[in-house]
């Protein structure tokens, strides 16, 4: 049995308080989202696929972060690129062991798998889901990752620092006792008030947290910057999506949300926009979102096929000349791209 569509009214985006709001940008890309349009699909098969020849990615690849790099940078395995797409997926063995590997492209449609999965450093904890981050002051790029024990912490690495042609990674930050698994880290592009900044999700909320260093500590901040929404179709759970992007309205965001009745396998992951304070991202009464979904499962491979049906899931979004393109997971299983001009 599927869903009945919980909110039936006219996209919009909508406050704090869940009113509407007239937002006018001068980025087309983002003034298409305010005006109710939605991510479109560049193709309709997926980009990424298993390679079953392939015993460590055979099962899955899924949820890509994706960055457009300008500057030259050496990746693991000597893997030397310039003025390409790249992007690190999870690739799932049929043990279903996750690891991180390599893709570039210079279309987005057009993926070059590097074969060699990114070292952990240590063969009990996997990483999985994530996020890339290039900062504008000093062109590091750091990811983030979620550390896929039954703690699920979040981890960052410096893709700058590379010994041996190794990740190393620089930090963990650690979840509340109280709180459930702490998933999603996202970090800001620049520094909020002269600290360093990142998105969590310590189930079912985002919240921030701040640092003066990115090897910590970092404060977890309590308050709770995004919620679930009742009678919405991110009324079951939340997380954070792309790493927020600055704009003339604010930092713009995707998240995934999830529609949850009561029944596990009928779930559904959409994703979602919001809009943060540029000034203080952290302070829940500024934040905008979408009524609706940027994207939703559509088609056959996104709602199965993979190990969690009906799911749309993000983990970049990409300005690309005057477009935003997305990489997602659908089905938790192959990865599509979708754009908005």
């Known amino acids: 049995m599927g869903f009945t569509r919980k909110n039936s009214q006219a996209p919009a985006w909508l406050d704090s308080e869940g009113k509407p709001v007239q937002l006018k940008s001068s980025i087309p890309w983002?003034?298409?989202?305010?005006?109710?349009?939605?991510?479109?699909?560049v193709t309709t098969r997926p980009v990424l696929v298993p390679n079953k020849t392939d015993p460590s990615e055979a099962k899955y690849t899924l949820n890509p972060a994706a960055i457009k790099l300008k500057s030259e940078i050496l990746l693991p395995g000597n893997l030397r690129v310039k003025d390409v797409l790249v992007q690190i997926y999870r690739a799932d063995a049929e043990g279903d062991v996750s690891t991180l590997k390599i893709a570039t492209s210079k279309d987005g449609i057009t993926w070059t798998k590097h074969g060699q999965a990114l070292p952990n450093p240590s063969e009990m904890i996997q990483y999985e889901d994530p996020r890339i981050t290039i900062m504008s002051d000093d062109g590091r790029i750091i990811m983030l990752s979620t550390r896929a024990d039954k703690e699920k912490h979040i981890a960052s690495i410096d893709i700058n620092e590379l010994v041996d042609g190794k990740?190393?990674?620089?930090?963990?930050?650690?979840?509340?006792?109280?709180?459930?698994?702490?998933?999603?880290?996202?970090?800001?592009?620049?520094?909020?008030n002269g600290r360093y900044a990142l998105l969590r999700r310590p189930w079912p909320y985002i919240k921030i947290a701040y640092a003066d260093s990115l090897n910590g500590p970092w404060d977890l901040d309590q308050t709770i910057l995004m919620a679930p929404r009742r009678d919405m179709l991110d009324n079951g759970w939340i997380g954070g999506g792309s790493v927020p992007i600055p704009t003339d309205l604010g930092w713009f965001m995707v998240y995934h949300g999830v529609e949850y009745h009561g029944i596990p396998e009928n779930k559904i992951y959409r994703i979602f926009g919001a809009l943060l304070d540029k000034e203080n991202p952290g302070d829940p009464s500024k934040v905008l979102r979408s009524s609706m979904p940027l994207l939703e499962p559509k088609l056959q491979w996104e709602k199965k096929g993979g190990p969690v049906p009906n799911v749309i899931f993000d983990c970049n979004a990409v300005e690309v000349g005057s477009e935003l393109w997305t990489w997602y997971s659908g089905a938790d299983w192959k990865i599509g791209l979708a754009k908005r001009d």
Do not use: A, M
């Open 167 to 192: 990740f190393i990674y620089r930090c963990t930050v650690n979840k509340e006792k109280d709180e459930d698994s702490d998933k999603d880290g996202v970090l800001f592009p620049e520094k909020i």
């Open 30 to 41: 983002l003034q298409s989202f305010l005006d109710g349009k939605t991510f479109e699909r």
